[in-house]
């Protein structure tokens, strides 16, 4: 990923890159009831690229060691779901034994991937994740450049990957199909 990063920001038409991958599953206990939600592996630059807000606390940072270990975003849905008045800085344990710490809260939002934008927003638990825990890579590019962005973008990936089949889509469209079949 670093490598792809660092090729697709020469180009000044790419304004920004990150990425972000499916982390599994984890659960909860929340008065004796027993609550799963997903866990996304993202990177320091995931929240400022699709423009989520952090609520309170801090998005993650490379000045922090922790940040990479047990440190968690969780977004409102889940500080709900959990009953915390006050979740920046609440320690807790998944049923599966991961010890986590929440270092910030983002705002609820729509993931394209998890389907319809008019869909209720579930608990969501945010990691940084290692490098090979990605599987989607963002890139924020200037308006009006698509053509030329996508030629840098499917050259260094064919350069990274030469032999997985380079696919894409713009955020945008695939929100605003989203809308259109729910219509």
Known sequence: YEYIRAELLKDQVIQSVTHSGWGGMAALKVNDETKTFPIENID???????????????????????????????????????????????????????????????????????????????????????EKQYDRIYAKIKPMSEVVSLKTIEATFKKAFPLVPFQYFFLEEQYLQSLTSEA
Not at 65 to 90: H, I, Q, T
Not at 106 to 115: A, C, K, L, R, T
């Open 44 to 130: 320091e630059t995931y929240l400022s690229l699709l423009s989520i807000p952090i609520v309170s606390g801090q998005d993650f940072s490379t000045d922090f060691l922790s940040d990479s270990s047990n440190a968690v975003l969780v977004n409102e849905s889940f500080v709900k779901m959990a009953g915390w008045n006050d979740p920046v800085g609440v320690e807790f344990t998944t049923v599966e034994g991961m010890k986590l710490k929440v270092v910030g809260v983002i705002g609820d939002h729509q993931n394209v991937y998890i389907g319809s934008p008019s869909r209720k927003i579930e608990p969501h638990l945010f990691m940084r994740g290692s």
